[in-house]
Every structure is written in C-alpha cells, then in structure tokens.
C-alpha cells in the first residue's frame, strides 16, 4: 500500500509540477553566464576555462557570517543567486502537500487507514524531489561546460580556481569539493523540505515560504551550527582571517547534524498530522 502512495506522490509532486523544474535550469545557465562574464579576463589571460566544478563551487559558495565592525567600511551582501536556488526549491516543493490532503491524498488516508503511510510517502517524495532538482543543477553545469569547451574534466584550472576563489582551495581535494557542492547541499535541501512540508500541515503555503525565506537571510548573516542552511555554504568550511573567533564547520559533524535535524523534523512533523483533523480545511 505505501508503494501506491509513494507512486500517487511521484505522478502528483513531480511529474505535474515538471514544468516549476526549468527555473532551476534557467537560474543555473545564468550563473554560468555571470561567472564566464566576471572571470572573463582571468580565464583568457591564463588560458584556462571553468570545469562543472567551478559553476558549483560559484553557486554553493555562500559567504561568511557577518560581523560589524564600527572601524569598518564592509556591508551585508547577500549572495542571491544561493538564495534563490532554495527558493525556487521551496517553490517546487510548493502547496502540493496541503492540496493532497485535501484531495486524493485525503482519499488514501481514509481508504488505507494508515495516516503513516501518507506521511512517509511525502518525506520519500521530499528526498526524490531534491535529488531530481540538484540533480538537474549539475547535468545544466556538465551539459553547458561540454557545449563551450568540448570537455567536463573536473579536475583542471586549479590556478585559475584558486585565482579566482581564494587560494584557500589550493590545500582541498576534489573529493572534498565535490563533498561541499554536491552532498551537502542536497542535505540542506532535504532538512528544508522536510520542515516546510511539516509547516505546510499547520499553516498555508505562503506562511511556509516567508519561514523559508527568514532561514536563508539568517543563515548568511549568523553561524549558527542549528540553522541547517550554513551547512549548504562552501565557505563556511574555511577560516574566516577577517574574524578570528569564527569556527569553520566541520564536514562530519555536519553531515551527522542535518541527518538528526531529519530524523527530528519527520517524527514532529508526523506527531503534528496525527493529531490534525484532516476533515478540517484548516
């Protein structure tokens, strides 16, 4: 029976809504632009050209948290086009839970008796959503480098990469990088999607949406280790030289933080909807 629900979810959640996946591509095809665009004389000066791995470690990098200094000229930038891709999944993962527990899905439950069954269908969906939507990410990155320069090695311009980003990438292994731009992330988007379909069980899609924008903007302006977010930022694993008191994440703490902040947000999610009057539309 959860075979069907997990199948109703995929031909619901992803199938239908294929069409909000091209804004991820498009948002990936013009951060190529903007770093060809940026980087243009650096690349052309030394010969070089970016692999896929550089388009990732340009969307992924993200920026330290900010500190104020009164002696300072330095200002909160936000890096938008990070911001933008939660966003979008956000957008993607959008009011499809509160509408199937109003529609079809609200069927299952009552047909099946098994409100778990329901519940372990959208986390499964949530998982299959942000693989499919990364997933998307990087075959734009591979697809585009292939087109522009006939190659997809990613190990390559290691001057250049340092030139650009910061010699701080000089000492990382690609295994590491690709750790940083590739798992972690999709992490990250699997620990928002999880809280926002839970929200999606107690309040309305636009609710959700400003609570999932809220954690972008507080993720890149604190470090907090419990806002899952910072864990999707390159740069949070390196030291800060501007502020000594910084402490770069940890790749194995991380990865064992966000998988407990699953696990939490899926038992609390599932407590909440057991106890909703699903009957209810509100």
Known sequence: MIFRFVSHDLNEGIIRYRKRYLLIILVAIISCFMLDRSTEYITTTYGGYWTPLEYGINLFLGRYP??????????????????????LLAFVIGDYVQKDMQGYGMYMMLKSKKRSYWWISKCVWCVIVNLVYFGLIWLTYISYAWMKNGDIAIYKNLFIRSN??????????VGFLIMMVVVMPILVGVVQSIIQIFLSVVFDATVTMVFVAGGLVLSCYYGNPLIPHGYGMLLRYYKDESNPDFVPNDI????????????????????????KNILSRR
């Open 164 to 173: 650009y980003f910061g010699w701080r990438f000089e000492d990382k292994s």
């Open 66 to 87: 900010f500190v104020y200094r009164p002696d300072s000229m330095d200002t909160f930038t936000v890096p938008f086009v990070w911001i933008l891709t939660y966003i």
């Open 252 to 275: 194995q703490s991380g990865i064992v933080i966000l998988l407990t902040m699953i696990v939490i947000a899926t038992v609390v999610g599932y407590v909440f909807f057991r106890r």
